[in-house]
C-alpha cells in the first residue's frame, strides 16, 4: 500500500495514500513515461476504490492509471484546517504530481472530485492534459441537495457521538447519503464498496473526528460557490462533460447550465449523457462510462497507442471481491 508524505501550506504534512496501474503492473512504482496518464478524484464518501471497474477495464489499461485518497479518506492521514475547500484540495494534488514527478495528467473528477478538477485546472493548468467530469459540481449546490447532505451527517454524528454508538444510524449516515448517488444500495459492488467504506469512516470519522466529518464529507460540497466565466476562462484544455440521466439529486439541467456557461468561457467543452447511470455512474454502469473515457482520452492524445495487456486487475479486486461482483451472485459477500 504506497504513501507519499508531503510539506503542505496548511495544517503540515499529509502522508497520501496512492496507487499507481500501469499497463504492465497492478502496483507500479512510477508510470509508463510512454503512455498518458489518468489521475482519478474520487467522490464524498467512497476513496479511491471506487474506480475499481475502471482499473479492471482492458481498454484503459493502455494508460497510466492513478488513484488518490484526498485529506480524511481512504488510507491518508492528515489534519484538516478549517479552511479547507478546493483551493487547498486541488494544492493538495499539484503537490502529489510535483512529488512524483508526473508529466500533465488527464483529471478524471466524480461528483465532488469534480471541484477539486476544475480548481486544479484553473490555478494549475501546466498540470492538466484534459478533465474528464462525471457528475459535475460545476454550479453552486441545490438547497435540496444541501439538505439530504445535511440529514445524512447529522444521523451520522448522532449514532456516533452516543453513549452507545448507534450502528444503524452511523450506517445511514454513510449509506444514506449514499441513496443520492447509486441506483441499487445493495448491488454487489455498491454492498462492497459501503462495506469497504464503513471500515475506513470508523478510523476517519469517529466520534473524535467529528469535525473533520462536516467539513469534508458535508462543508466542501454545500459551501461551494458557482464557477464564474471569468474562472472558467483560465481553462485551457478539453473538457467532457457526462450527465448520468438516472441521478437523483441533480437533473440534466442543472449540468446542462454548466455545460452553457463553460462555452460561454471559450471552453472546449462537449457534453455526453448516460441514460438510467446513477449519479456514481462509474460503478454500477461502468459498462457505459469506460467507453466514453477510453474514447476521449484517445481524441486527447497525439501518440499512437498499444492495445491493452490481458490479464489486468486492479489493486482493489481481493479487498471488494471483485469476482462476487462480476457474477451478480446472490452468495453472501466474502471479503478476503
Not at 182 to 194: F, G, P, Q, Y
Not at 230 to 242: D, G, R, T
Request: proline share 6%.
Amino acid at each position: 500500500m504506497p504513501f507519499i508524505e508531503l510539506e503542505t501550506a496548511y495544517d503540515g504534512p499529509v502522508k497520501f495514500n496512492y496507487h499507481i496501474s500501469t499497463p504492465a503492473e497492478t502496483s507500479a512504482r512510477c508510470i509508463d513515461p510512454t503512455r498518458p496518464t489518468i489521475l482519478f478524484i474520487h467522490g464524498v464518501f467512497l476513496a479511491q476504490e471506487t474506480f475499481i471497474a475502471q482499473f479492471n477495464d482492458f481498454n484503459l489499461r493502455r494508460f497510466n492509471l492513478i488513484g488518490l485518497d484526498l485529506r480524511s479518506y481512504g488510507q491518508t492521514v492528515s489534519k484538516i484546517p478549517d479552511e479547507y475547500g478546493p483551493t487547498i484540495a486541488a494544492q493538495d494534488v499539484s503537490l502529489f504530481m510535483d512529488a512524483l514527478q508526473l508529466p500533465p495528467c488527464h483529471i478524471f473528477g466524480l461528483s465532488m472530485g469534480s471541484i477539486v478538477a476544475l480548481q486544479l485546472a484553473i490555478d494549475y493548468p501546466d498540470s492538466v492534459s484534459s478533465l474528464f467530469l462525471l457528475s459535475p459540481l460545476g454550479l453552486a449546490e441545490p438547497e435540496e441537495v444541501a439538505e439530504g447532505r445535511r440529514e445524512a451527517c447529522e444521523a451520522w454524528v448522532e449514532g456516533c457521538t452516543a453513549e452507545e454508538p448507534d450502528e444503524e444510524l452511523m450506517h445511514y449516515g454513510v449509506s444514506g447519503g449514499l441513496e443520492l448517488v447509486c441506483k441499487d444500495r445493495h448491488s454487489n459492488i455498491m454492498e462492497a464498496l459501503v462495506a469497504n467504506v464503513m471500515q475506513q469512516v470508523a478510523i476517519n470519522w469517529n466520534k473524535d473526528h467529528i469535525r473533520e466529518y462536516r467539513i469534508t464529507t458535508l462543508d466542501f460540497i454545500v459551501n461551494r460557490k458557482a464557477r464564474t466565466k471569468e474562472e472558467l476562462s483560465k481553462i485551457k484544455v478539453p473538457v467532457k462533460l457526462v450527465h448520468c440521466m438516472g441521478d437523483v439529486a441533480y437533473p440534466i439541467e442543472y449540468t446542462t447550465e454548466f455545460f452553457n456557461l463553460l462555452k460561454e468561457a471559450g471552453v472546449d467543452a462537449s457534453l455526453d449523457t448516460i441514460p438510467e447511470a446513477s449519479h456514481f455512474g462509474c460503478c454500477e454502469d461502468a459498462h457505459q462510462v469506460n467507453p466514453i473515457l477510453h474514447n476521449f482520452i484517445m481524441a486527447n492524445t497525439k501518440t499512437e497507442m498499444p492495445a491493452g495487456v490481458e490479464g489486468i486487475h486492479s489493486p482493489w479486486n481481493e479487498i471488494l471481491n471483485w469476482r462476487h461482483i462480476q457474477n451478480d451472485s446472490d452468495d453472501e459477500l466474502i471479503f478476503l
